[in-house]
């Protein structure tokens, strides 16, 4: 057995930062786009690739807006209220800052859920509406190779809004979009899905979130302590309420070697190894000998690594079960004892 985790991991790396050195990310830089960046810094984007990156942060609401920035090319911090149109538009502040939407939060659909509180409706204000489009122009940015999206409830008609031309340089797309009734008009999972695929867009994955099925007022009216059923806190069982979609773009004829790169990069960080293999035997013939050569080498060698790991791990599995008594000895060793205990 030669091959350990740890090595895995950094050949890994290795080939992240090779492909990061490439001459077509220092002509034309990686773009970030983190759409709703309530909190912190994407847990996906690491300091390497910010590094190597413009990054752009755009929210509305302040209150958890003010984390610290790490060090990329460049950073845009946007507090503009993002929607399909620019234009005088109504913004709802929410108890909870990653609740506020320009969307009015649907208060009698979410009563019955333990984080309706968080929707809770703490002021309306009228503001100016600026569409993503206009924004990203005045800024000098003409494309986004990875565009993560929250703006509860419209993550695809802010998308959508923007030119078809940015659209298809986006190779990365990250929605949170509902599945209950949060606010009043919201674009649905359904409708991300089906739009990415019309698009050119495959999802890569999806992780089902959601809150407990339970009326905290009724809960009180039951002299019930709603302290210990309060969203996340709750012993109950969670329900289906939004999903984290994830979407790669389908490798297309005429594709650059800069998209070439960063789509396989992107892969690469999703662990879509599958397509990796995917990317380059579509590729070849569309970029060059030296490129496709170099992500092909540096990608396989970290494979036959990872390739080798796995298999190695599968066979000290099938020793150690191998090692357990079966069935057949479990039950002459149980006999055993029986006979032992009617002989005392």
Same mark, same amino acid.
């Given at each position: ?13 290795? +080939?992240?930062? %090779? #492909? *990061?050195? $490439? ?12 759409? =709703? &960046? ?11 690739? +910010?590094?190597? %990156? #413009? *990054?752009? $942060? ?12 790490? =060090? &990329? ?15 005088? #538009? ?8 990653y609740c506020s939407s320009v969307l009015e939060p649907y208060q009698e659909e979410l009563e019955n859920w333990s984080f309706s509180g ?23 940015i003409t494309y986004i190779d990875w565009y993560k999206s929250d703006i509860q409830g419209l993550d695809v008609s802010v998308f959508a ?183 005392r």
């Amino acid at each position: 057995m030669g091959i350990d985790f740890q090595e895995v991991q950094n050949k890994r790396q290795g +080939l992240i930062t %090779s #492909i *990061l050195d $490439l001459e077509e990310f220092s002509r034309e830089p990686l773009v970030l786009a983190d759409i =709703g &960046a309530s909190q912190l810094i994407h847990e996906k984007w690491s300091q390497d690739l +910010l590094s190597h %990156s #413009i *990054l752009i $942060l755009c929210d509305a609401d302040e209150r958890d807006f003010d984390y610290e920035i790490p =060090g &990329a090319i460049r950073t845009i911090k946007l507090r503009d209220i993002i929607a399909p149109k620019d234009g005088t #538009i109504d913004f709802y502040l929410t108890k909870s800052p990653y609740c506020s939407s320009v969307l009015e939060p649907y208060q009698e659909e979410l009563e019955n859920w333990s984080f309706s509180g968080l929707f809770a409706v703490e002021k309306k204000t009228t503001l100016r509406g600026r569409s993503l489009r206009q924004v990203l122009s005045e800024n000098g940015i003409t494309y986004i190779d990875w565009y993560k999206s929250d703006i509860q409830g419209l993550d695809v008609s802010v998308f959508a809004s923007l030119s078809e031309e940015l659209q298809a340089r986006v190779l990365y797309t990250e929605f949170e979009p509902g599945l209950l009734k949060a606010y009043k008009g919201e674009d649905f999972a359904d409708t991300a899905i089906r739009y990415m695929r019309e698009h050119g867009f495959w999802l890569e994955n999806m992780i089902v979130n959601g809150p407990e099925r339970v009326n905290l007022n009724t809960l009180q009216r039951y002299q019930i302590d709603i302290k210990n059923y309060e969203y996340n806190r709750s012993p109950l069982k969670h329900s289906p309420g939004w999903l984290n979609l994830s979407f790669l773009r389908e490798v297309h004829s005429g594709i650059s070697e800069r998209e070439a790169a960063a789509l396989f990069l992107f892969a690469i960080l999703e662990d879509q190894y599958g397509f990796c293999f995917e990317i380059l035997e579509k590729t070849r013939g569309e970029i060059s000998l030296t490129l496709h050569g170099f992500l092909e080498n540096r990608f396989l060698d970290f494979f036959r690594s990872f390739d080798t790991y796995h298999r190695e791990q599968r066979e000290l599995q099938r020793i150690r079960e191998a090692k357990k008594p079966g069935m057949k000895e479990r039950v002459k060793s149980l006999v055993r004892k029986v006979i032992r205990l009617l002989w005392r």
